[in-house]
């Protein structure tokens, strides 16, 4: 359960506040939600409390999570199985909505040790964005950080 001013997780949205609590009435029944803003987009969503965990709204990792998506990130002799993008994107895509920071953390490893040996498709480069953004704007509230400098602690990785 979260509270006003909480910080969490919304899996495809990224990092936000919860800027309150509020009832609605919907289909004659009264329902609790958690209005949060995204960090990054400004944007507004409304998450039915009742299912919040269901549909994967999350509590920011603690910094022994920071370690193990490092550790992930470093892990960079991972082989690539020769697939066509399109099949890799739907399955990038299918972990990045999961929410969890370590599968998100496994996509922009495995993006950029593709980028190596190919270009990226545009919808690969623009994953390799997101998943970018999103584990950085987590990672810099676990551990206290600005996002610069966790954005140059990940380019660094892979630099």
């Known amino acids: 359960m979260f509270k006003k001013g909480d910080m969490a997780v919304y899996p495809g949205?990224?990092?936000?506040?919860?800027?309150?609590?509020?009832?609605?009435?919907?289909?004659?029944?009264?329902?609790?939600?958690?209005?949060?803003?995204?960090?990054?987009?400004?944007?507004?969503?409304?998450?039915?409390?009742?299912?919040?965990?269901?549909?994967?709204?999350?509590?920011?990792?603690?910094?022994?999570?920071?370690?193990?998506?490092?550790?992930?990130?470093?892990?960079?002799d991972v082989e690539i199985v020769a697939q066509p993008w399109n099949q890799r994107y739907r399955e990038y895509m299918e972990k990045i909505k999961s929410g969890s920071v370590f599968e998100i953390a496994s996509v922009l490893r495995d993006l950029f040790v593709l980028t190596e040996t190919k270009d990226l498709s545009f919808g690969e480069r623009k994953m390799l964005d997101s998943a970018r953004i999103l584990l950085v704007s987590e990672i810099s509230l676990a551990n206290s950080m600005s996002e610069d400098e966790v954005g140059e602690q990940i380019e660094g990785i892979f630099a």
Not at 48 to 76: H, Q, W, Y
């Open 13 to 76: 949205h990224g990092v936000g506040k919860i800027k309150k609590i509020e009832t609605q009435v919907v289909a004659g029944e009264e329902h609790s939600f958690y209005v949060m803003e995204v960090r990054d987009t400004s944007m507004t969503v409304m998450i039915p409390c009742l299912t919040s965990e269901k549909v994967g709204l999350r509590a920011i990792i603690t910094t022994d999570d920071v370690d193990e998506v490092f550790t992930i990130l470093n892990m960079k």
